[in-house]
Nanobody, 130 residues
């Protein structure tokens, strides 16, 4: 069982910066397939923001955040990060960390599909004011 705990959310003005962190409760790195950041704004569906293939380190981004957000991982500390620069009011949402292991992945994996991930954190609120 893996538990994920996010932190780093908050309220900033447009153009500001935040860094989200996601700490995993156990040493899973040998079996992790992908880790990702998702967000959900009020009245909207959960959407993929960024993901990383934990084995090879390849990264993936939604078009809306490309060039502004950076996903990274510290395997030694079991921590996933999301550096968010030049934040916009449209980035306002609850941000979730998610993980899928080699054992829990499904055929036809798509990094931005929330259903493709097995473990989820509780989320952290990000609010960007204009």
């Amino acid at each position: 069982q893996v538990q994920l705990v996010e932190s780093g959310g908050g309220s900033v003005q447009a153009g500001g910066t935040l860094r989200l962190s996601c700490v995993a409760s156990s040493r899973y790195t040998y079996s992790t397939y992908f880790m990702g950041w998702f967000r959900q704004a009020p009245g909207k569906e959960r959407e993929g923001v960024a993901a990383i293939a934990t084995g090879g380190g390849s990264t993936y981004y939604a078009d809306s955040v490309l060039g502004r957000f950076t996903i990274s991982q510290d395997n030694a500390k079991n921590v996933l990060y999301l550096q968010m620069n030049n934040l916009k009011p449209d980035d306002t949402a609850i941000y979730y960390c998610a993980l899928v292991t080699l054992a829990t992945r499904r055929n036809g994996f798509i990094w931005s599909n929330p259903s493709a991930y097995y473990y989820w954190g509780q989320g952290t609120q990000v609010t960007v004011s204009s």
